[in-house]
């Protein structure tokens, strides 16, 4: 923690290898400044926008990760020739500032005590060094912290906490600085900007020890039906394989059923017809091969040329076409189609059998227009009786083929999927950087009160789906909002997460749950910051999007105080 000031201030910056008389080079601060210039053609290729491919949303979170490591390693000098373009794309604010929390986010750090991480904390953020003697001694790191707390939410961050570390008399929204003080960044994993340009919240801290613990997982199924299900059967689900995989209810009664995914082969008449096919071209270009023989017959089925005679080629497919179910309890959720193992569009699949089908109909014609098979009696009338024969046998199976693409045109449009949502617990997944809640927080300065501008509501039910999974139901807020705890919950402490009756506030990617109380004037009601939950997904009310921006513009929010 304590060589991020010296980084900063760093000139001519090298990073190695130290090997006693001799520092072995490895990189400089503007080498890794050009690393960073050059990165932007492949995070350009990653914008989700317009593209489903789902593997866009896996890697964008690691690829920031790693952009922000390289960040670190930045002097002043060239983290301010790559301000412009940190800003333009990828949307991250920075200035050394705003740069150094989204560090603190993303990046453990550690300190070897409570002293050094201040000391070290303060410098790096706001560019001056805390004072020494009797305002550093250890019993004032608690009123250092408040300050730096409210010092960053005049910059647009607020740091959410738990239970445990909210709730105070005085500064209930701050978190605790405990007896024994705070010697890691990890009490920064939850930090939130609400500034314009918030890329930091959809980069996740960077876990070096990851907690593999987690054992299920609430899905929510295209009927809006919910379950519970293994975290290592999800994406077998979603790439719809083949196979039976249990799911149980989150209702009350806690049923089992078996989702049921099987496959079955679309074009298996065009891969016969295909088949066949080639074994006439084989013959045919026997024939070709040895012309003296056959050579009436040669001239009735291909055109002859004054240089040469043309082979004919064989007929390819398009591949493996498969058309994969998900059922659950007797009803089919979800319908995809396959080529060799890949997933494609229904219109994709009509298209490749039609393909086919034209394909396989044009060879016919070209060997009927060309060859004099109508009469099976003559020279080579056998050979012509069994081309014949081998035809009928061809369109016998494209008129199959023609049935099964018919049938899959006049089937009913089902989602790809059979899974609509993934609520993920904290830890697992940041959640979806399509929720957030507009709001505006400051600090008055005479009380140290947090006064907010945002969405808020009484909570009226509180239902837990799993042990990282809770359905908030909002008095004048018809959908529901589905939130994590910011940490695991023992069951027997669910109730100290949200409670009926508190309040709840929309902050940006999270719910604060407040309680009320009165100021100490005993007429005003204020609130008491007790805990935050984590927004995993929001139920979005059917809305008309005509004149929504100047809906926007106007929106005004009710106003909240916490002592």
Not at 43 to 59: F, R
Not at 183 to 210: A, W
Not at 454 to 459: F, R
Request: with cysteine; net charge neutral; aromatic share 8%.
């Amino acid at each position: 923690m304590s060589t991020r000031v010296s980084i900063i201030n760093s000139e001519n910056t090298r990073y190695g290898i130290s090997s006693g008389p001799m520092f072995k080079t490895m990189t400089t601060s503007k080498g890794i400044k050009e690393i960073i210039s050059l990165s932007a053609a492949y995070y350009n290729s990653l914008d989700p926008n317009g593209s489903g491919d789902a593997t866009q949303q896996v890697i964008r979170p690691r690829f920031l990760q790693m952009i922000v490591l390289l960040i670190s390693l930045l002097n002043n000098e060239d983290l301010a020739e790559l301000k412009d373009f940190l800003e333009a794309t990828y949307k991250i604010q920075a200035d050394r500032r705003h740069i150094e929390l989204l560090i603190l986010k993303v990046i453990p750090l550690l300190s070897i005590n409570p002293r050094v991480f201040l000391n070290a904390l303060v410098p790096a953020i706001d560019g001056f060094p805390l004072p020494g003697g009797d305002a550093n001694a250890d019993e004032n790191h608690s009123h250092i912290w408040n300050v730096f707390i409210k010092r960053i939410l005049d910059y647009g961050y607020i740091l959410p906490g738990t239970v445990d570390d909210l709730g105070r008399k005085q500064f209930s929204w701050i978190i605790q600085w405990p007896d024994d003080g705070f010697k890691s960044t990890s009490v920064f994993n939850t930090l939130q900007y609400s500034g314009r340009l918030r890329t930091i919240n959809d980069i996740p801290p960077i876990e070096v020890h990851p907690d593999s613990g987690c054992t299920e997982l609430t899905i929510v199924m295209t009927d809006d039906s919910k379950y519970v299900m293994s975290p290592k059967d999800l994406d077998n689900i979603v790439y719809m394989t083949p196979g039976t995989y249990p799911l149980q209810e989150t209702a009350a009664r806690k049923r089992c059923f078996d989702l049921i995914i099987q496959e079955t082969f679309l074009n298996d008449e065009i891969y016969q017809a295909v088949k066949m096919t080639n074994v006439i071209v084989h013959k045919v270009n026997q024939w070709l091969a040895n012309p003296k023989r056959n050579g009436g017959m040669v001239s009735k089925l291909v055109r002859k040329r004054p240089d040469h005679q043309s082979f004919l080629n064989d007929i390819m497919a398009t591949g493996r076409l498969v058309e994969v179910f998900a059922m659950l309890n007797q009803s089919t959720l979800a319908v995809t189609y396959k080529v060799d193992g890949r997933k494609i569009s229904r219109i994709d699949a009509i298209q490749s059998m039609a393909r086919d089908i034209r394909t396989l109909r044009a060879f016919i014609s070209h060997i009927e227009r060309r060859g004099d098979i109508v009469n099976d009696h003559g020279f080579f009338s056998m050979e012509k009786r069994e081309l014949k024969q081998s035809l009928e046998r061809v369109k016998a199976q494209i008129d199959l083929a023609e049935q099964s693409r018919t049938k899959v045109s006049l089937n009913e449009e089902l989602s790809n999927e059979p899974i609509a949502k993934v609520l993920y617990p904290e830890g697992v997944k940041i959640g979806d950087g399509n929720v957030w809640n507009g709001y505006k927080a400051w600090c008055q300065e005479h009380d140290g009160c947090l006064n907010v501008e945002a969405v808020n509501s009484v909570i009226r039910n509180v239902r837990w789906l799993t042990d990282g999974v809770i359905e908030l139901s909002l008095d004048q807020r018809e959908p529901k909002v589905f939130v994590t705890p910011i940490r695991p919950v023992p069951e027997g402490y669910r109730d100290d997460e949200a409670r009926i009756g508190d309040t709840a506030i929309l902050l940006g990617r999270f719910v604060a749950i407040g309680e009320h109380t009165y100021d100490s004037s005993g007429l005003n009601t204020v609130f008491r910051m007790v805990n935050y939950l984590r927004i995993v997904d929001m139920e979005q009310a059917t809305q008309s999007r005509r004149g929504r921006n100047r809906l926007q513009e106007s929106e005004v929010r009710p106003r909240c105080c916490f002592k």
